[in-house]
């Protein structure tokens, strides 16, 4: 059978086994999925066994994503915009390298919880990996503005300029994208909060005007648990009126990647039901 797997440091953790192997399932598919977890300095290495062992596609978590986009032969738009990959196909002796995280927080957002981004205004907290590779798909969507806030207001701007020369982007997308620190963030409502940020992971929160919550307010972290994130007490505490984790996102950008392997898009409800049953 066709083989995959996920590959991280730690990998332990990982859903993705589950995730994939419900939606083969599903689809009809023969598959095997597996969980590889190589140390850091053998990264490159644990690729080519996998690939030489007839692999057919990785998908890629932290802290490898950077360097699967380095190693790719081809890159898509989405990869290229956000400087890394969480999708490895191997195909015609090439590395394929794609990045299905903002499509999944689009589609978590849009389908399955029916938020509008569309001239609405969007924070966006964070401006590490998990920032990066959803800033394209958002821009996609036509926000009136998007905020990118993080702690140290040079890695925001540094993203904002990659994304400019990068040619990846329409610059027309770009017009509505601000960048600041989290301390100069404007004091007004926002439609939809994004925590991008792993504050959630920690127990902590991002310092934010009170401000950009409210009525209204649909806040989401892509941190998910049992019960809610810091982040998302704190929306809850501030008059939010839509509350959401990363677990829809989880879900949804692993769909992407099954498609893009098996050329079938499998159904994500049941599967998101049956981890969120499982989380609670």
């Not at 915009?81 to 390298?97: C, E, H, Q, V, Y």
């Not at 409502?189 to 992971?201: K, M």
Request: contains cysteine.
């Amino acid at each position: 059978m066709d083989r995959y797997a996920v590959m991280g440091h730690p990998v332990s953790h990982s859903r993705s086994p589950q995730i994939h192997a419900l939606f083969a399932k599903a689809t009809g598919q023969e598959m095997v999925y597996e969980r590889i977890g190589p140390e850091p300095d053998q990264f490159e290495a644990a690729v080519a066994k996998f690939r030489d062992e007839g692999g057919k596609g990785l998908n890629i978590t932290l802290p490898f994503k950077e360097r699967a986009f380095a190693l790719a032969d081809v890159q898509s738009v989405r990869a290229k915009a956000a400087g890394a990959a969480n999708t490895l196909t191997f195909r015609d002796g090439r590395i394929l390298a794609d990045n299905t995280d903002g499509v999944g927080l689009v589609r978590d957002l849009v389908q399955n919880h029916c938020i509008q981004l569309k001239q609405k205004n969007v924070l966006l907290l964070g401006a590490g990996g998990a920032a990066r590779g959803v800033i394209v798909p958002l821009l996609a969507e036509r926000p009136t503005r998007l905020i990118i806030a993080n702690r140290t207001p040079a890695r925001a701007f540094a993203i904002l300029e990659a994304l400019i020369t990068s040619g990846a982007v329409p610059q027309e997308y770009l017009q509505c994208c601000q960048v600041c620190g989290l301390d100069a963030i404007p004091g007004v409502h926002f439609d939809v909060v994004i925590n991008a940020t792993s504050s959630s992971l920690t127990g902590a929160v991002p310092e934010v005007p009170e401000a950009v919550f409210g009525p209204g307010t649909s806040a989401y972290d892509m941190v998910y648990g049992k019960g809610l994130t810091p982040f998302l007490r704190l929306a809850q505490a501030r008059g939010a009126t839509f509350l959401a984790d990363g677990l829809g996102m989880l879900v949804e950008q692993a769909a992407e990647s099954f498609y893009i392997w098996r050329h079938v898009f499998p159904p994500t409800g049941p599967v998101l039901q049956q981890l969120r049953t499982e989380l609670e």
